[in-house]
């Protein structure tokens, strides 16, 4: 089966600062990943996914994920914070050739401050 | 945005009562889901749909009963409610096939508190 450690559970950046959050996955082959956004009383957006191919996946908004193997790691990143993306990151883990079982992340909550 | 609704969006309703909630979509999507949301949990599978009467279970499926008459609705009934259900509950879709359909998306989400 596999799992998903984010851990970090809250992460402060100021406006315009770099953003990286962390996402270490278990999984025995090569899994299907995502990256999802949460505003506070909304449900959950795709940001971005990996399947096969290039290991740097672009997304929604300027973010982009990068996979590596060797690491088991599926870390966010994005080069100039806005205010407005101040919400909680879902990682995500599915399967190989299907995304109809994932495992979530606990969740990271990111805080900008102006 | 995905055409998911979930119906209540918000509810209270007192321990050993009947609930159900609704989720309604309009994409044609093969597979619906259900998760519940609680702090320091993440989204956690209670059951979920692979075609009309296909159903099956999640980790935390105690307590939870679904169905599936059509392909657009699909009822999450906790048959007698417990202050532990109290969550949030997030409604997903997705439709297997190829990796570019093969995401889930989700619904805008209950809150269900049980007193």
């Known amino acids: 089966a596999q799992s998903v450690t984010q851990p970090d559970i809250h992460i402060t950046v100021s406006e315009g600062a770099s953003l990286e959050l962390r996402c270490n996955y278990s999984?025995?082959?090569?899994?299907?990943l995502f990256w999802y956004v949460q505003s506070p009383g909304q449900g959950l957006q795709l940001l971005l996914k990996?399947?096969?191919?290039?290991?740097l996946v672009q997304g929604i908004k300027g973010f982009e994920a990068e996979f590596k193997r060797s690491q088991s790691s599926f870390n966010l990143r994005k080069p100039s914070v806005h205010w407005s993306d101040a919400a909680e990151y879902f990682c995500?883990?599915?399967?190989?050739?299907?995304?109809?079982?994932?495992?979530f992340g606990t969740g990271t909550r990111l805080q900008v401050t102006l | 945005d995905a055409g998911i609704t979930q119906s209540p969006r918000h509810k209270v309703t007192e321990t050993g009562t009947p609930v159900t909630l609704r989720c309604h979509q309009t994409?044609?999507?093969?597979?619906m889901y259900w998760y519940r949301q609680d702090p320091g949990h993440g989204l956690r599978l209670i059951h979920y749909?692979?075609?009309?009467?296909?159903?099956d279970k999640g980790e935390v499926s105690d307590g939870y009963s679904v169905s599936r008459s059509k392909t657009e609705d699909f009822l999450l009934t906790l048959e007698s409610a417990t202050s532990s259900q109290t969550s949030v509950y997030f409604c997903?879709?997705?439709?297997?096939?190829?990796?570019?359909?093969?995401?889930?998306?989700f619904g805008p989400g209950t809150r269900l508190t049980v007193l």
């Open positions: 997903a879709i997705s439709e297997p096939g190829t990796p570019s359909t093969d995401t889930q998306y």
């Open positions: 999984y025995g082959a090569t899994p299907y």
């Open positions: 990996y399947f096969s191919g290039d290991t």
């Open positions: 995500a883990v599915g399967a190989t050739g299907t995304a109809s079982k994932l495992t």
């Open positions: 994409e044609n999507h093969r597979y």
């Open positions: 749909s692979y075609g009309v009467k296909d159903t």
